[in-house]
Nanobody, 126 residues
Framework: QVQLVESGGGLVQAGGSLRLLCTASGDTITIYDMGWFRQAPGKEREFVAVINRSGGRTVYADSVKGRFTISRDNTNNSVYLQMNTLKPDDTAVYYC???????????????????WGQGTQVTVSS
């Protein structure tokens, strides 16, 4: 089993930056893709970014491309989401997710993920 714990959320003004951290514990050898998803009040959970196991492939949602950067440190079983130029529309609970199955390209579909963290709140004020 795998446990994922997110941290780094908070309140920031528009244009500011935050760095989210997700730390995995347990049977981490089974994790391939690591992704970030978010869910705003009254909206469905949406894909933000994903990184494959080696860190060589990343995919971003169009809404965050150029502003967010996902990275991974397998030595410390961690994945990061650097968020710059934040906007009020980025306000949401951010979830870290891990996937057991290997595919050539990282997946952006939340139903393909096996492990989820509890989420961390990001609030961007205007």
């Amino acid at each position: 089993q795998v446990q994922l714990v997110e941290s780094g959320g908070g309140l920031v003004q528009a244009g500011g930056s935050l760095r989210l951290l997700c730390t995995a514990s347990g049977d981490t050898i089974t994790i391939y893709d690591m992704g970030w998803f978010r869910q705003a009040p009254g909206k469905e959970r949406e894909f933000v970014a994903v990184i494959n196991r080696s860190g060589g492939r990343t995919v971003y949602a169009d809404s965050v491309k150029g502003r967010f950067t996902i990275s991974r440190d397998n030595t410390n079983n961690s994945v990061y989401l650097q968020m710059n130029t934040l906007k009020p529309d980025d306000t949401a609970v951010y979830y870290c997710a891990g996937r057991r199955r290997f595919t050539y390209y990282p997946t952006t579909d939340s139903t393909d993920y096996d492990y989820w963290g509890q989420g961390t709140q990001v609030t961007v004020s205007s």
